[in-house]
């Protein structure tokens, strides 16, 4: 249910040649347009949601090019121009010359409600970090979140304004900000500077920023934050998990650092001496996933979700929704437990069948070795299209190679090894096995409801519970079963006989 309020759609169409311009506004599908490119020596091209089309089969020449970029503003540092009072973008392709050889001409529409499924969270004065692919409305979603805040909410907001992408080409804003004001910087490398600025100079009590993307301006960030002004703004990644991997923005959700245990902290925990743990406090209270233009997963508490993943624990998001009366739909979601040696996504296993394997940087026949001393018949494939689990290794996963795009734009689930060595493969070959009967899975079942019962009857009134001896794997889930019903436990004795106790 969003109302467009201006995309000024006449302002770009006249920048380009006539030749363009005409065959262009014959589209009956024109106010869906998404943006135009002219290549050097290619067809001029218009892009839509559901299509892409040829303007004129006359190839782009010189004169085309040199006819945009005259009617549009001086392109900065970063390659970007616009057109005075509209928030269309006019992105530049150089060659090694410093000549323009292409154009991206990006269409900027202005719209009315992008933010009501978000915007309680966006009034409750905390901060708020948006993530989404590129093209899914961040920059539009930002730019209602200035006008909201600062014209039904009376705040005092700033928007640092990078590329003038937020409020719009020229030294007049647009006026989707509404009351909001905006500050222009001269050049991307001096982003962090202008958001410091803005907090000392200008007493805001809200900072807007778009595509915060370095380590100084993440820095920035964090000192925007601990003055006490909220901060709402955008990252580059997708997800939670994308900005934990990401050295250089990992400080927005706290900085995360490797952490060695004591002996009996770690078999506390079940996990190896050296983990990774958050450093300091989130500089973002809430993390935004945009999914559609509609749909967003939000972590309520950013500093909770990446505390569970680094443990291995599942997280619970909240998925909201606009449904077809315009009307905000939400639901709780736990996705699947995660394990904090080796998995990023548990695969889960179904039908008693081993799934089929793509293996990526990891080493096939040390892999068939393992499944042969197993007694296991393993299905490694070479196709992404006829997997049901992709595997690779930590050092691949963290380099986004784009077989690890691939999988994830395709929704696989992946599980990432730690190293190549036989005891992680045999872990994973073990976490994947199905199970052996239902014998195995009833005592696994009984197990954790064993454990539930027991924190119930702490809670209830009762001064401690021991439960049943249980293998290393089982514990470790009783336990954090215990600590998530804000329990203490500890395993007493020695296996087979070690058990788990749980206590207030």
């Known amino acids: 249910m969003q109302k467009v309020i201006t995309d000024d ?18 589209q009956k599908d024109i106010s869906e347009l998404l943006e135009v490119v ?35 503003s001086s392109f900065g540092d970063d390659n970007r121009a616009g057109i005075e009072r509209t928030l269309h973008r006019i992105s530049a392709i150089r060659n090694r010359k410093g000549r323009i050889v292409g154009l991206t001409c990006r269409v900027g529409r202005a ?82 500077a202008v958001m410091i600025e803005a907090v000392e100079n200008h007493m805001p009590e809200v900072i807007v920023i778009d595509e915060i993307g370095t380590e100084l301006e993440a820095q920035a960030a964090r000192t925007i934050a601990e003055r006490g002004v909220q901060l709402v703004g955008t990252a580059h990644g997708n997800t939670l998990e994308n900005l934990m991997m990401n050295p250089t923005l990992a400080d927005l959700i706290g900085g995360i650092q490797t952490v060695t245990l004591g002996d009996e902290e770690a078999k506390r925990r079940g996990t190896q001496k050296s983990i990774l743990e958050r450093m300091s406090p989130p500089t973002f209270d809430i993390v935004v996933e945009i999914q559609d233009w509609d749909k967003v997963a939000i972590h309520p508490d950013v500093g909770e979700a990446v505390d569970a993943l680094l443990r291995g624990r599942p997280i619970a998001t909240e998925t909201r929704w606009l449904d077809e009366a315009g009307e905000v739909r939400s639901r709780k979601e736990a996705p699947a437990t995660t394990t904090e040696k080796t998995a990023r996504i548990k695969p889960q296993v179904r039908g008693g069948k081993l799934p089929k394997l793509y293996l990526f940087g990891v080493n096939r026949g040390r892999m068939e070795q393992m499944a042969k001393e197993m007694r296991l018949s393993l299905d490694i494939v070479n196709s992404l299209n006829d997997t049901n689990l992709f ?56 197990a954790l409801g064993e454990a539930e019962e027991a924190a119930e009857q702490v809670k209830g009134g009762q001064e401690a519970v021991e439960l049943s001896p249980q293998s290393a794997y089982i514990r470790r889930l009783q336990h954090l079963i215990a600590e998530r019903n804000s329990l203490s436990s500890q395993s007493t004795g020695k296996d087979p006989n070690r058990r788990v106790r749980i206590y207030k």
Do not use: W
């Open 9 to 26: 759609l006449d302002a770009l169409i006249d920048i380009l040649p006539p030749h363009i311009r005409q065959p262009l506004r014959q």
């Open 38 to 72: 002219l290549d050097l020596g290619r067809p001029p091209e218009a892009r839509f949601p559901r299509r892409e089309m040829v303007l004129n089969p006359k190839e782009v020449d010189e004169e085309d090019i040199d006819y945009v970029s005259s009617r549009v």
């Open 111 to 192: 719209i009315f409600g992008t933010i009501k499924v978000i915007e309680d969270l966006i009034q409750s004065g905390r901060g708020v970090l948006l993530l989404g692919r590129p093209g899914v409305g961040k920059t539009t979603m930002l730019r209602e979140v200035a006008r909201v805040l600062a014209d039904d909410i009376d705040r005092r907001v700033v928007i640092v304004d990078t590329s003038n992408e937020i409020a719009g080409d020229g030294d007049i804003p647009h006026p989707a900000i509404g009351h909001a004001r905006r500050m222009q910087v001269t050049t991307p490398t001096m982003q962090h």
């Open 391 to 446: 595997i690779t290794s930590k050092s691949y996963y963290r380099r986004k190679p784009q077989k690890v795009k691939d999988a994830e734009v395709a929704n696989l689930p992946i599980y990432v090894l730690k190293s190549n060595t036989p005891a992680q493969i045999r872990q994973l070959l073990e976490a994947i096995s199905p199970a052996e009967g239902t014998g195995k899975a009833d005592r696994f079942k009984g």
